[in-house]
């Protein structure tokens, strides 16, 4: 992946969080890769090539993010935070990946009474104008499955979130001990991951 | 919703940036502006006008109109988490405090505490600003931080897992003491959180908050809550009173003084608690049943002060000298030999404690248990606390009524900056 742009100082309270939560040599909130089209993860330097239009990672902020922390053996769990757009035009958030999971996808939460499930959630996270969209337990988060490892309390896990128009931005997120967000999966087989039998807590 | 609070938050933080205050002085509570409080009571009155219209077109009486509240709201007012030194020892005690012990899980290696502190650290300076912690569920209850403030001390136990060489000689158990009935169950732990507020809704909801980014890492060892005199009840700076009705704590070393200084935030070794000091922290029960038997003329007589207003017996205010060297028309000592006062001084200039205690009352099912956590920090515990201790454990008649059920000591690191956590030299010295 090519970080070759890097957000503006963040807002204090991200900066607050992620500073003490992360080593003091590694205090970077957001290193935005701003492409120009879908393959955001070539190798080439599309700097000069960017759009007078601005990217939607370039608008693009995290506050507070967070993961709900979970054994590899348990295999998901989710991400949270609030997701802001500064820019003039709604930017939809596509998909996400991290090293820590195999499969990531983004996931909306219906609850009837006091039971939840969680599903796919149709054409992504819309983030409107100049607003924000939050992600946290009980409702919209992005979803991580196939996890290949622990993700400890304490412990930092990084996620690149892509949007509509291909541009990437990456975040780094503490784990968080958490007892909540535990929604059941509407799982019907036509996940088309693969991820049949995985059970339903995350 | 989530939104609407940080926008709240935002404004707050904006607020404190021109109006904060450090060591909870009287500023203007964070986030609710002179002009909110004004129309608040405003509205406040009109709402019982309301109410009392309403009740007389209903037919039914009027009530009196309840009385504006008398003071400003306090719930908003802060105590800066950020800081060369950390807050909680110098800030004016808060009205009520929990000293929550834990120990360590076996698991829990240098890496373990490192992310423990981090996460701990981050919760109680969101929470000291009247934020919720990341991924708080009761996200309301931190809104009030009511001068909020989280410290945090290191057992031995803690500072030999992530370095055996750096413990600092002191820490560790005091020397045995003839008069102590020490549990165990009250004893020395590996990591102390000291969470102290003007609200106990405040203090329970941050326990509860941190206890849960702990569990993880460590099982509770014990949890002592204590209180004083509530906000507001009497001016700042009065003395407070222990359940046996004595003014206790008029001698004291006073933050800001070179005194202070040496004697409390003096620690220049081991490096990594330059800018720290120490907590001896004894839960000391009390008689009170038989207390009940001594009258009042005894009593003074027991402490060398009087009870009315903590003035010493050869005095007539409370911050009067102690004369020791005045008698009597019989020429007996004003202030008897087994006097607290007497048996508790010393010569020795450096022989002095910062004391910021609480008074504990519990009732279970079964039979009561009141008392003083005592709480005092100093440089060094060996050379300032015990010598003190010794003597009022060979004489002091006030030990017929008290007796000290817990003990623990805790290295109390220096502050953080904004971007690291507590403990930081410790971890990464």
New interface residues.
């Given amino acids: 992946m090519t970080a070759h742009r890097t957000a503006p100082a963040p807002r204090?309270?991200s900066?607050?969080?992620t500073?003490?939560?992360a080593s003091?040599t590694a205090?970077v909130t957001l290193a935005l890769t701003a492409c120009g089209g879908p393959a955001a993860e070539s190798e080439q330097d599309t700097t000069g090539e960017a759009a007078a239009e601005v990217l939607a990672a370039d608008a693009f902020t995290v506050?507070?993010p967070?993961v709900?922390?979970a054994t590899a053996r348990e295999e998901m769990t989710a991400v949270?935070g609030?997701l802001t757009n500064a820019s003039d035009t709604d930017i939809t958030l596509v998909a996400a990946r991290t090293e820590a999971a195999g499969t990531v996808e983004l996931h909306e939460v219906s609850t009837e009474g006091v039971d939840s499930s969680m599903r796919e959630k149709e054409g992504g996270f819309v983030i409107p104008a100049g607003?924000?969209h939050?992600l946290?337990?009980g409702a919209d988060h992005i979803m991580l499955m196939d996890l290949g490892q622990d993700l400890?309390?304490?412990?930092e896990t990084a996620v690149t979130v892509e949007f509509a128009d291909g541009s990437t931005a990456t975040f780094t997120a503490?784990v968080?001990?958490?007892?909540?967000a535990n929604e059941e999966y509407e799982g019907d087989g036509d996940r088309g991951q693969g991820h049949e039998g995985h059970g339903g807590e995350h | 919703m989530?939104?609407r609070r940080?926008e709240r938050?935002?404004e707050n933080?904006r607020a404190r940036e021109s109006e904060h205050e450090r060591g909870g002085g009287r500023s203007r509570p964070a986030g609710f502006s002179r002009r909110h409080l004004l129309l608040g009571g405003t509205a406040a009155g009109l709402g019982a006008t309301a109410a009392t219209a309403a009740h007389g077109l209903l037919g039914e009486a009027p009530r009196a109109a309840p009385e504006p509240p008398a003071t400003e709201l306090n719930g908003g007012l802060t105590v800066a988490f950020h800081g060369v030194r950390q807050a909680g020892v110098e800030t004016p005690p808060q009205a009520h405090g929990t000293f929550l012990a834990l120990d360590l899980a076996p698991e829990t290696d240098a890496d373990?505490v490192?992310?423990?502190l981090?996460?701990l650290?981050?919760d109680a300076?969101?929470m000291s600003r009247g934020?919720p912690a990341?991924?708080d569920?009761e996200p309301e209850l931190a809104a009030v931080p009511a001068r909020l403030t989280t410290t945090f001390g290191f057992g031995r136990g803690l500072v030999e897992r992530v370095d055996p060489g750096a413990v600092p000689d002191w820490l560790g158990p005091l020397p045995e003491f003839d008069h102590d009935r020490l549990d165990d169950a009250w004893g020395e732990a590996d990591l102390l959180l000291q969470v102290c507020a003007d609200d106990p809704v405040t203090v329970a909801h941050t326990v509860r908050m941190l206890l849960?980014?702990a569990?993880?890492?460590a099982r509770v060892r014990w949890s002592q809550s204590g209180f004083r005199r509530a906000y507001g009840s009497q001016p700042a700076g009065t003395t407070m009173r222990n359940l046996m009705g004595q003014v206790d704590g008029t001698v004291n070393l006073v933050p800001g003084t070179d005194d202070f200084e040496r004697l409390v935030w003096g620690t220049g070794e081991p490096a990594w608690l330059r800018g720290g000091t120490s907590l001896v922290l004894r839960r000391i029960a009390t008689d009170l049943d038989t207390w009940d038997e001594v009258d009042r003329p005894a009593r003074e007589a027991v402490i060398g002060r009087r009870l009315d207003n903590g003035a010493p017996l050869t005095g007539s205010a409370e911050h009067d000298e102690v004369d020791l060297a005045a008698t009597d028309a019989s020429g007996l000592a004003v202030i008897p030999e087994f006097a607290h006062v007497r048996r508790a001084r010393t010569d020795d200039p450096d022989q002095r404690i910062f004391r910021r205690g609480y008074n504990y009352d519990q009732r279970g099912a079964g039979d009561g248990e009141a008392g003083l956590l005592f709480a005092s920090f100093q440089t060094d515990p060996s050379r300032q606390f015990t010598p003190i201790q010794r003597r009022l454990d060979e004489l002091d008649l006030l030990n017929q009524w008290t007796t000290a059920v817990g003990s623990a000591v805790f290295a109390v690191p220096p502050g953080c900056a904004?971007?690291?956590?507590v403990g930081?030299a410790l971890l990464?010295g």
């Fill in positions: 204090p309270r900066a607050a969080l500073a003490a939560l003091a205090a506050t507070d967070w709900k922390a949270f609030e607003g924000s939050t946290e337990p400890e309390p304490g412990a503490p968080k001990e958490y007892a909540g | 989530r939104g940080r938050a935002r933080e373990g490192r992310r423990l981090r996460l650290t981050d300076s969101r934020e990341l991924a569920s849960k980014d569990r993880a890492f904004e971007g690291e956590y930081q990464e």
